[in-house]
């Protein structure tokens, strides 16, 4: 993982103010950057929808259909570039610009866009909105909480990586089985999981604020948070989904 983001021992504790002035101009800055951190998740989701909507529009006859259900490569090109965005991201934030940062991380959205418009293949639209909608005050809840608690989260969060871990070599392992039953259990534990990593992702994200704040690291931690939250999102609801969708 990319230096840019391991926590110092010397922080402040999580949760402490600094007095006076200099406590006031921190909290307002603090303010400012998890305000910029949201709006890049937000806009983010949000390109993401509507490129998975407009590439899914017209159903059985829509571009969707034409590459992810007809043969060819194209369809694995689109389902794993996004996970090769996320890696050069990830490693790759601290030779980057800032800039370059932004570039990839709404490349990324996009193409994350292309690849989750399969959801419109298999389920109703209606069904959809709904999960959609329960997500985000899902999301929305676990956030503040990350954000508000006194609670040091980071032990959880070392839980909650290995979960994500166990629950991709699950998840490669029914590739093979393809059992509904295993299927399900690993929605259901990828709910659990990613609203957990929802909680903590804030509350590190927030604390990051202290060690990158006026330095010329900040924009680049603000993309990066974003991206976390906006993985984090983007996970729940698509295991969210296997629950409360209805099929086509």
């Known amino acids: 993982m990319a230096n840019w983001s391991d926590p110092r021992p010397t922080a402040s504790a999580f949760g402490a103010s600094v007095p006076g002035t ?7 800055g603090l ?23 407009l590439f899914a529009s017209g159903g059985r006859e829509s571009l969707a259909a ?11 090109i689109i389902m794993f570039s996004p996970l090769a965005f996320v890696m050069v991201l990830s490693f790759g934030i601290n030779r980057l610009s800032t800039g ?20 419109f293949l298999v389920y109703t639209g209606s069904s959809i909105a709904t999960t959609f909608f329960a997500t985000a005050v899902a999301f929305l809840s676990l956030s503040i909480y990350g954000y508000t608690t006194k609670r040091n989260l980071q032990a959880f969060g070392t839980f ?14 029914n590739l093979w ?11 259901a534990i990828g709910v659990l999981l990613f609203a957990g990593l929802t909680a903590y992702d804030t509350q590190r994200i927030k604390e990051m604020y202290a060690h990158v704040a006026g330095t010329d ?12 939250l906006y993985l984090d999102f983007i996970n729940m609801f698509q295991f969210l989904l296997s629950f409360l969708g209805n099929r086509e």
């Open 66 to 76: 034409a590459v992810f259900l007809t043969p060819g490569p194209l369809k694995y």
């Open 177 to 187: 089985m393809q059992s509904s039953a295993l299927q399900m259990g690993i929605s």
């Open 100 to 119: 370059a940062a932004q570039l990839l991380f709404w490349a990324f959205a996009g193409i994350m866009g292309l690849s989750m418009s399969t959801i």
């Open 217 to 228: 690291m900040m924009g680049k931690a603000v993309i990066m948070g974003a991206l976390s």
């Open 160 to 173: 909650l990586i290995m979960g994500v871990v166990g629950l991709i070599v699950a998840s490669l392992l």
């Open 22 to 28: 200099r406590g006031t101009t921190y909290d307002a």
């Open 31 to 53: 303010r400012k950057y998890m305000l910029s951190v949201y709006n890049y998740m937000a806009s983010g989701v949000l390109l993401t929808g509507i490129v998975a909507l």
